[in-house]
């Protein structure tokens, strides 16, 4: 039986839910241009007024909002509320540049729980189960976020964050753990550490569920994860800015539902901002309808995605965004190709031979971009015979060009001797930055 947190919401029909976006919208801009100066002035020099914004295509009328702009009115220049309105803060690590701070009203963390509340029981998930939140806790949003949503969704929460590894497989199995919340590569590390202590997760522990995400990956590897745990492994999405973990898929795993009376979610060309055809590739666009301190318009989150409007086998009728891609942010021009480190993971993840971790390193040599895939072995698939390894090499080099269409040397190296992560995977070592 399919569960919903909210039937009358999920299934509201398409034209009623379009009407409540329309709505929103209309308060929402005349919110921001009241409210933040930063909109304001952003919305005068476009020449929109509030009052432009009448119907849900007037969205395109709107001027868009970047990361950059967050950094650039560092700390706090964006938001809508005074500090004595805010409950807390989240700031982002800043690992690719100043950090973002994000500010949440009562009421905003409230929504951001909701949300994740139905997602969760809509991959049923609920009162009946231990969640385990690997996820770092703190600035991150990852585990708070996931923390709150959790037990908003009923679950009994184990909140160990991230790392002492030992300890969470004692806790995993000792507490009866039946749904894990990490990122894919800390479930795998995860994985590995418990089978070299005579662990099977499928044997050993409850575990039925894995609400995995905050990196990118891939279908491979979720096939692969629910191969060796017998658990069913769901995908998340959210970023800090937009609040922090926000959706997953369903139970169909067939895309991720964006609630639409919360979020606008539009899919534009990335080169021209105009939306794209309905079902076409392009860059995700989101609007927060309902944050009160620190609302977005039209945030050009960067993920190349596809939007699907179809209602789902589960009945609901909110839009999906289908498997993403990658982040604009962590793709990678080699030689004037664009090569997205999960095309790289998709492909090795279906040759058998081929373990889940692997590098990319780029580098340029003679004005000249190199790239070199470091590969480990699947230890059941080891192989002593130079013949063999050097066919693989072979095997994993033409199926790599044959998707990304450049040469890539593949290096196969020791088992166990790439980088292990107990947050998000390092996968991409770009020498020509240096
Ligand atoms: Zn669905």
Redesign the pocket.
């Known amino acids: 039986m399919i569960e919903y947190w909210n039937p009358q919401i999920e299934r509201m029909p398409v034209d009623e839910l379009k009407k409540v976006q329309e709505q929103k919208l209309c308060q929402l801009v005349k919110y921001v241009y009241e409210h933040s100066p930063f909109y304001r002035k952003r919305f005068d020099e476009a020449g929109v007024k509030p009052e432009d914004i009448k119907t849900l295509d007037d969205v395109t009328k709107l001027p868009f909002t970047f990361k950059q702009d967050l950094r650039d009115t560092y700390p706090t220049g964006m938001f809508c509320v005074p500090n004595n309105k805010l409950v807390r803060f989240h700031v982002s690590s800043g690992t690719t540049g100043k950090p973002t701070v994000v500010g949440y009203t009562d009421n905003d963390v409230k929504a951001w729980s909701t949300s994740l509340a139905r997602a969760l029981t ?1 991959i049923g998930v609920g009162r009946d189960d231990v969640m385990q939140i690997g996820y770092g806790y703190g600035l991150f949003t990852g585990g708070l976020g996931m923390h709150y949503g959790a037990e908003e969704a009923g679950c009994t929460v184990l909140p160990t964050s991230s790392g002492n590894t030992e300890r969470q497989i004692e806790l995993m199995q000792d507490l009866g753990s039946t749904v894990i919340a990490c990122t894919p590569s800390y479930l795998l590390f995860m994985i590995e550490a418990a089978r070299d202590a005579g662990i099977s997760f499928q044997d050993d522990t409850k575990l039925r569920v894995g609400v995995l995400g905050a990196e990118p990956w891939s279908e491979e590897m979720r096939k692969r994860i629910e191969e060796s745990t017998g658990i069913k492994a769901y995908d998340i999405f959210g970023t800090s800015e937009l609040s922090g973990p926000l959706f997953t ?4 795993q ?2 991720i ?1 964006i609630w639409a009376d919360q979020f606008l979610v539009e899919v534009i060309n990335p080169e021209t901002g105009e939306p794209v055809a309905n079902g076409e590739r392009g860059e995700l666009v989101i609007t927060t309808l309902v944050k009160e301190a620190l609302p977005l318009i039209r945030y050009r989150i960067g993920d190349i995605t596809v939007l699907n409007w179809d209602e ?5 009728t909110h839009p ?1 965004i289908m498997r993403v891609l990658g982040r604009a942010d962590d793709m990678l021009i080699v030689r004037g190709i664009n090569v997205f480190p999960g095309q790289v993971e998709s492909v090795l993840m279906k040759i058998p031979e081929v373990g889940e971790h692997f590098m990319i390193i780029v580098d340029r040599v003679n004005e000249l971009d190199i790239m070199k895939v470091q590969i480990e072995m699947n230890e059941a698939a080891f192989s002593d015979k130079i013949n063999d390894l050097m066919d693989l090499e072979k095997k994993v080099g033409a199926a790599l060009k044959s998707v990304l269409n450049i040469a890539v040397k593949v290096e196969l190296v020791e088992h166990g001797s790439l980088p292990r992560s107990m947050g998000k995977a390092k996968k991409v070592i770009d020498n020509r930055k240096i």
């Open positions: 809509s898929e369903c139970q169909s067939n895309g539902h789902c086998e589960c009945g609901r999906r």
